[in-house]
């Protein structure tokens, strides 16, 4: 309760200071936190409100002088990540000012579905996503329905093209390398007059990337990472087949780097066998100790 007053304080003064911000509305892997069919402790926990509920990875960047509202990725729990942020925004009406989409995996773009007549019936919702992602949504039901019926409103990013949002907001896509069965794969850079930052839910193992992430977090001020899987081994089927970076290797990179440059990660997308979920876990403690940061539900990011 007293951690829910603060976070709200923050946001309030953040408000008063028409500043723009992030504000991150979940955490979880695509499946979410307990994840469908899952029977071990860690998932049992969460339906025995032993632990709490994890929404799946989102994030959405206000501008409260504008009053302006954008959410990257529509995830499944699409519908309580719009309440959470009309909340956190003391603005009640559904009005989104744009939906970035980073690919066509299940967690990151289905939530779309709430926008179509069945639920909310939208009016020309700002998408915006990558050529690939684009032509898959005008080519495939029950995507394609919402383009029709013009729920939402596609607009093609360009790679490595700031997209203007206002006169202090900018938004980059840039590729990095997926699992992209249906759609390229980007991450995205938030950019302010102030400050910068990245969120990378989703990529291969770093050593695939043409980028330098170590020189990517000494560019920007926060760096919202893959912290997919903790490390080897703690899911029942080759890791291979999913090679998100472990955590343990992304610590073990950025190592070298000073505090300074350590305290600006923060790990999230966490799959429901993570131990990062569990804030009691030793490895969160680690983590920390390390000096690096896992992402909460709710977490502020003044730009």
Same mark, same amino acid.
């Given at each position: 309760m007293?951690?829910?007053?603060?976070?709200?304080?923050?946001?309030?003064?953040?408000?008063?200071?028409?500043? /723009?911000?992030?504000?991150v509305?979940g955490?979880?892997?695509?499946?979410?936190?307990?994840? !469908?069919?899952?029977?071990?402790?860690?998932c049992?926990?969460?339906w025995?409100?032993?632990?709490e509920?994890?929404?799946?990875?989102?994030?959405?960047?206000?501008?409260?002088s504008t009053?302006q509202?954008?959410?990257?990725d529509?995830? /499944?729990?699409?519908?309580?990540?719009?309440e959470a942020?009309?909340n956190?925004?003391q603005n009640?009406?559904?009005?989104l000012?744009g939906?970035?989409?980073?690919?066509?995996?299940?967690?990151?773009?289905?939530?779309?579905m %709430?926008?179509g007549?069945?639920?909310?019936g939208?009016k !020309?919702?700002?998408?915006?996503a990558?050529?690939r992602?684009k032509?898959?949504?005008e080519?495939n039901?029950p995507w394609?329905?919402?383009v029709?019926?013009?729920?939402?409103?596609l607009?093609?990013?360009?790679?490595?093209?700031p997209?203007e949002?206002?006169?202090?907001?900018?938004?980059?896509?840039?590729r990095? /390398?997926?699992?992209?069965?249906?759609?390229?794969t980007?991450?995205?850079?938030?950019?302010?007059?102030q400050k910068?930052?990245v969120?990378?839910p %989703?990529?291969?193992?770093?050593?695939k990337?043409t @980028?330098?992430?170590?020189n990517?977090? @000494?560019?920007?001020?926060? !760096?919202?990472?893959?912290g997919?899987?903790y490390?080897?081994?703690?899911?029942n089927?080759?890791?291979?087949e999913?090679p998100? /970076?472990?955590?343990?290797?992304?610590?073990?990179?950025?190592?070298?780097?000073?505090i300074? @440059?350590?305290?600006?990660v923060y790990f999230?997308?966490?799959?429901?066998t993570n131990p990062?979920?569990q804030t009691?876990?030793g490895?969160?403690?680690?983590?920390?100790?390390?000096?690096?940061?896992?992402?909460?539900?709710? @977490?502020y990011?003044?730009?």
């Amino acid at each position: 309760m007293i951690k829910h007053l603060l976070l709200q304080l923050l946001f309030i003064v953040a408000a008063r200071a028409q500043e /723009p911000y992030v504000v991150v509305l979940g955490t979880a892997q695509d499946g979410g936190y307990p994840q !469908a069919g899952c029977n071990k402790a860690c998932c049992r926990a969460v339906w025995a409100k032993k632990l709490e509920f994890q929404a799946v990875s989102c994030i959405a960047l206000v501008d409260p002088s504008t009053g302006q509202r954008w959410i990257f990725d529509a995830t /499944p729990d699409f519908k309580t990540q719009l309440e959470a942020l009309k909340n956190i925004t003391q603005n009640s009406d559904n009005v989104l000012s744009g939906i970035f989409l980073t690919h066509a995996h299940i967690g990151h773009y289905t939530g779309l579905m %709430d926008l179509g007549r069945e639920v909310m019936g939208a009016k !020309a919702v700002p998408v915006y996503a990558m050529p690939r992602m684009k032509t898959y949504l005008e080519s495939n039901g029950p995507w394609s329905q919402l383009v029709q019926l013009e729920n939402i409103k596609l607009k093609e990013l360009q790679e490595n093209i700031p997209l203007e949002l206002n006169s202090r907001l900018k938004v980059r896509a840039f590729r990095v /390398p997926h699992r992209d069965e249906f759609s390229e794969t980007v991450g995205f850079e938030i950019i302010s007059s102030q400050k910068r930052l990245v969120f990378i839910p %989703d990529i291969d193992k770093w050593q695939k990337w043409t @980028q330098s992430l170590e020189n990517l977090v @000494q560019n920007v001020d926060y !760096a919202l990472l893959d912290g997919t899987f903790y490390k080897e081994g703690e899911i029942n089927r080759p890791m291979s087949e999913v090679p998100h /970076p472990f955590v343990t290797e992304t610590i073990s990179l950025l190592k070298p780097l000073p505090i300074s @440059q350590r305290k600006k990660v923060y790990f999230i997308h966490l799959n429901h066998t993570n131990p990062l979920l569990q804030t009691s876990s030793g490895e969160y403690q680690e983590v920390l100790k390390e000096g690096f940061h896992v992402a909460y539900t709710s @977490q502020y990011f003044k730009l």
